[in-house]
């Protein structure tokens, strides 16, 4: 290593330094960002109150977990539902149905309920909308300290739940466990101390059986037990009403997390290893209610990669708009269901660094195109969401009144050149430098990311652009909260 490479890595080693936690170098503004906050309900805290219930397990505390998702706020909102015909479907309302009427009121109940140590969990804002989200908030009336998610023990928090619950505390306690009928509990890691059974429909048809469980509770003096319900709408009912009479014991609706060991299968995504086993929720609302355009390309060929990931990130910003511009002629003919999609076609370019420049200049035009917009997120088709808090941290520095955010090149012979596998900017700054471009060529330089930032220096101030380091690694999480596919061997 020459004396001038030196000199450059000593800067750069200099510069990383300063960025803990803010610093200022040549009127750009760098940060790298914590990785622990105060627990607070936010994105970062999706596994931080899961270890709030364990906390409670270790210390001794009897609680109440009643867990409300889409199909259970229905039933709240008076609107019908029928799942009874869709495959592990549990449940069927009618609100033209009288008899129908008692049991949500009973469901209301449940959902209103306060206690000390009675928690309920909610459909978050990243899978029920940020309009849902706050209804069940207030609509439950609890407040924020008794409030969690739904989704607490599936998803990304499902592998440290299976190990550290399903293996761990219930292993070590007296269990009562509530399932269907066609469940085989022997198979499960823990020994059930008693098995009470429920089929299809139990909201309604099995609701006697909270008096029963009352019963027995009562003529054998229960106490200290772990009882879980897996008994869809009929679980929020019998954690509501046998923890407001025998509060010595902790009540936990489980849901779909004991299906595997009980013989009925993998029923949800998240337990097959699917998208959302990745996921991880988050809280606040606010970026739901964001205009947000995720702009992708160029494909490289790589049509199946670029739609499950459109398919993954869509799961974060169910509200985002896609703008595709791909080189590969079999993308323009995907399809994504339930996802609003334009896709555009570009002639492939011999270097691939300016088919990712064209795949930039023209998703984003397409989205400044649709005129108001708060955030464009710009990225390939091998870049998937992991932490959703960092990227959260990301998009916020828009809203604090910066026009972009990107990540340095790693180059330290460019340390000035922006790089774009992963880039945000607001809609205002992009109409500024896009609005009138399709394709582009590379005016000057080595790299396309050098015509880019002559692009960007033009229009946009220094002091508006917020940096970051980069470590893009594959299969690790960089500063933006994205992780890159590692590639195929």
Request: proline letters at 3%; a positive charge.
């Amino acid at each position: 290593m020459s004396s001038s490479q030196r000199l450059r890595k000593f800067r750069k080693n200099i510069k990383n330094f300063l960025r803990h936690p803010i610093a200022s170098l040549r009127g750009k503004r760098y940060c790298s960002f914590p990785p622990v906050l105060s627990f607070d309900l936010r994105s970062d805290d999706f596994k931080k109150a899961l270890l709030l219930f364990l906390d409670k397990f270790r210390k001794g505390e009897h609680f109440a977990f009643s867990r409300w998702g889409d199909g259970e706020m229905a039933i709240l909102k008076g609107d019908a539902i029928d799942i009874l015909k869709k495959e592990h479907g549990e449940f069927k309302y009618d609100p033209c149905d009288e008899s129908d009427e008692f049991y949500r009121t009973k469901m209301t109940e449940a959902f209103t309920f306060k206690s000390e140590n009675y928690f309920v969990g909610i459909g978050c804002p990243c899978c029920v909308g940020a309009d849902a989200f706050e209804w069940m908030k207030q609509s439950s009336r609890q407040n924020e300290a008794h409030l969690t998610w739904a989704n607490l023990f599936v998803n990304a928090n499902y592998d440290y739940f299976k190990k550290n619950f399903i293996n761990g505390v219930f292993a070590e306690r007296k269990v009562v466990l509530v399932c269907n009928d066609k469940a085989v509990p022997e198979k499960l890691p823990f020994i059930s101390e008693k098995i009470f059974r429920v089929s299809r429909n139990s909201w309604k048809e099995d609701y006697a059986l909270i008096d029963k469980i009352g019963r027995w509770i009562e003529e054998n003096k229960i106490k200290g037990r772990v009882f879980l319900f897996c008994a869809g709408p009929l679980s929020n009912m019998l954690v509501h009403q046998l923890y407001s009479k025998y509060p010595e014991n902790t009540y936990i609706d489980a849901g779909s997390v004991l299906d595997p060991f009980m013989g009925l299968g993998a029923t949800r995504d998240y337990l097959r290893g699917g998208f959302t086993a990745r996921k991880i929720c988050i809280w606040d609302a606010e970026l739901q209610k964001k205009k947000i355009f995720f702009c992708y390309g160029p494909a490289y060929g790589r049509k199946n990669m670029l739609k499950e990931t459109v398919k993954y990130n869509a799961m974060y910003f169910p509200q985002a708009k896609i703008k595709i511009a791909a080189d590969d002629s079999a993308v323009g003919r995907m399809k994504i269901r339930g996802v609003d999609v334009e896709i555009r076609k570009f002639a492939r370019e011999r270097d691939t660094r300016l088919s990712s420049l064209n795949a930039l200049m023209l998703s984003l035009r397409m989205a400044v195109a649709e005129g108001d917009g708060d955030f464009i997120i710009f990225t390939h088709e091998d870049y998937r969401i992991q932490d959703i808090g960092l990227l959260s941290k990301a998009l916020m520095k828009i809203e604090e009144g910066y026009d972009m955010v990107f990540q340095e090149s790693g180059d330290v012979k460019a340390e000035d050149r922006l790089n774009f596998d992963v880039l945000i900017i607001s809609c205002s700054a992009a109409s500024k430098i896009l609005s009138n471009l399709a394709t582009v060529k590379a005016a000057t330089g080595e790299h396309s990311e050098d015509h880019f930032t002559e692009l960007v220096k033009k229009n946009i101030a220094e002091d508006k652009i917020f940096s970051m380091e980069r470590r893009s690694l594959s299969g690790k999480s960089d500063e933006f909260g994205f992780y890159r596919i590692p590639p195929q061997k």
